[in-house]
């Protein structure tokens, strides 16, 4: 029993980290350079490169920086501020937080699609590239030619899949792997890239070289990219809060997304937007081997496949954590080996259909975006604006009849009402099918109005609506509140550290 | 960690996030120079990209 906690016992064997308990002081584990280690080595992982190579599809060198740099720091800022800020201050696991946004029932609706979903997805990418990146040192060791065989690529991609099921059925060892072995060579590779990149190319002759498949209007192209690199950051929400709920302070739950949400994977993607000018391709494992010649390319093709495996454990953990925190008596029920098979399980039908996702990865991205940008602005108005930073701790975790998170019947109809006008917005300014903008979208984007209009939509909704009623708690804040001013928590106070 | 463990546990941790004299305390909102500095530092940074890519 930790000092910490000495006034009461605290039952033997309980770990608030790996369940939706709220934490205590000896469970906040990480300072401001623990975070920033953790975010930096999540940040330069292989999906960058892909995101990069997607970057140079639409806009040359020069503009890949300024599109990188000014998307990722719209969307790294707003989801440093949710949902890493709720889950850091009251160290709630990030789907436990969005009760007092959805309502109960809501946030577990929420948590569990998009835990499946956004796993699914994201293992079947990286499995995918892989597969690619298998096949690539085949056809350079054994002069095969399978990348033009969907099918060997799809059944490689499947073997990493079986191979991350195991590692995560062995135990939670994948953030640990990512941040002590392959993130730092990640890195290395990152540099040997830029490297190498510069080694054959000059600045002015990167920047002369035109984008791999531009729209015909260059202003769209740059909006395009622009919106890419939004939507990438908007991607990171799913895996944040619950790194952030184990800060030991607020600032060390936010500066350090800075470094790695925002500098680390800009670096990275602005590397593989270099890599993919240069060599003309936007696939990442078509890069390795013309840029480091057929030793160290295969090297660092098999590097960057295996790399693809550690993601695909710590996105699967990360979702485990999520459902077992968040979704109740039934799913902690469920034993670790199954939940991880069910985890991976869709990504294994999906890697079958590599035209899907892989080779449209710009789509793909925008499929989340389409949500979790609506979704962040819901979230943030919520926690900054209507409730001034202030939740009822005791309440986030009470069943729906009895919490004033309850609204009605466990769901809150406005935050749902705002995500959808969001959601509407994105498609109509660009189809999420078709990736084609619409004659606004080169002003706005689609990702900025959907994170807008849901946060306004919210907003008005639950003054006029959901406030006049008596719903979600919103009428027991202090008479006089100031973000410095001690918590009250839904007419709870509660000590402030 | 059956059902009754966790809802002992959790009321125990409740009880201690809620007691004044404890040591256990949630944590401070983030300050708001802190949004201050990182909005600015943003809109700064936009706009020195802008007049890179546009203006130079």
Redesign the interface.
């Known amino acids: 029993m930790s000092s910490a906690s000495s006034d009461m016992t605290v039952v033997d064997g309980s770990d608030g980290t790996l369940n939706e308990l709220p934490l205590l002081k000896r469970e906040r584990i990480w300072g401001f350079w623990d975070y920033s280690s953790v975010n930096i080595g999540l940040a330069i992982a292989t999906w960058a490169f892909l995101q990069g190579g997607a970057v140079a599809y639409y806009v040359g060198a020069k503009n890949a920086i300024i599109t990188t740099v000014i998307g990722y720091g719209i969307s790294a800022l707003l989801v440093s501020l949710a949902p890493c800020l709720p889950s850091s201050r009251y160290g709630i696991e990030q789907f436990v937080s969005l009760r007092s946004v959805f309502g109960g029932n809501g946030a577990r609706v929420l948590m569990i699609t998009m835990s499946a979903l956004l796993a699914a997805a994201w293992s079947s990418v990286l499995a995918i590239m892989f597969g690619h990146a298998i096949a690539n040192v085949s056809n350079e060791l054994f002069g095969t030619n399978i990348g033009d065989g969907r099918s060997v690529v799809s059944f490689l991609a499947l073997g990493a899949i079986v191979l991350s099921w195991g590692i995560l059925a062995w135990g939670p060892v994948s953030i640990e792997w990512v941040n002590k072995i392959v993130a730092p060579a990640l890195v290395i590779v990152t540099i040997g890239m830029l490297a190498l990149v510069f080694a054959h190319l000059s600045w002015s002759d990167l920047s002369s070289k035109a984008p791999l498949g531009p729209h015909h209007d260059s202003y769209t192209n740059f909006m395009l990219a622009l919106e890419l690199n939004i939507a990438g950051g908007f991607a990171w929400w799913p895996n944040v809060g619950n790194l952030a709920r184990l800060t030991r302070s607020t600032r060390a739950a936010f500066w350090p997304n800075i470094l790695g949400l925002f500098l680390a994977s800009v670096v990275a993607a602005i590397v593989g937007a270099f890599a993919a000018l240069a060599l003309a391709s936007e696939d990442p494992t078509l890069w390795m081997v013309p840029l480091g010649g057929a030793f160290m390319g295969v090297i660092a093709l098999l590097f960057v496949g295996f790399a693809n495996i550690t993601s695909i454990v710590a996105q699967g953990y990360g979702s485990m954590i999520a459902l077992k925190g968040g979704g109740g008596r039934l799913l902690r029920r469920v034993p670790w080996v199954v939940l991880a098979a069910a985890i991976l399980a869709p990504a294994a039908v999906v890697v079958f259909f590599p035209a899907t996702v892989y080779d449209n990865y710009g789509r793909f991205v925008s499929w989340g975006a389409i949500f979790l940008a609506p979704l962040c602005g819901v979230q943030i108005t919520d926690f900054f604006v209507l409730r001034r930073q202030r939740l009822a701790l005791r309440d986030l975790y009470l069943p729906d009849e009895e919490s004033c998170y309850g609204f009605w019947g466990g769901y809150n109809p406005a935050a749902f009402i705002a995500i959808a006008a969001g959601a509407l917005i994105y498609a109509l300014l660009l189809d999420p099918v078709s990736y084609e903008p619409s004659s606004v979208f080169k002003y706005v984007t689609a990702s900025a109005p959907a994170f807008v209009v849901a946060a306004a939509l919210h907003f008005l909704l639950t003054l006029v609506f959901v406030r006049r009623f008596g719903k979600g708690g919103y009428d027991t804040k202090p008479a006089a509140q100031t973000l410095e001013s001690p918590d009250v928590g839904g007419g709870v106070p509660l000590p402030v550290d | ?1 059956d ?1 009754y ?2 809802e ?3 009321e ?9 004299d ?11 120079l ?1 949004l201050y500095i ?2 600015g530092g ?1 809109i700064l ?2 706009a020195a ?2 007049l ?2 546009f203006c130079l």
Do not use: Y
């Not at chain 2, 404890?22 to 708001?32: C, F, G």
């Open positions: 960690m059902d463990s966790f002992a546990e959790l125990n941790r409740l009880r201690l996030l809620e007691k004044p404890s040591e256990e305390k949630v944590l401070k909102p983030l300050p708001v802190d990182a909005f943003f940074m936009t990209m802008l890179w890519g």
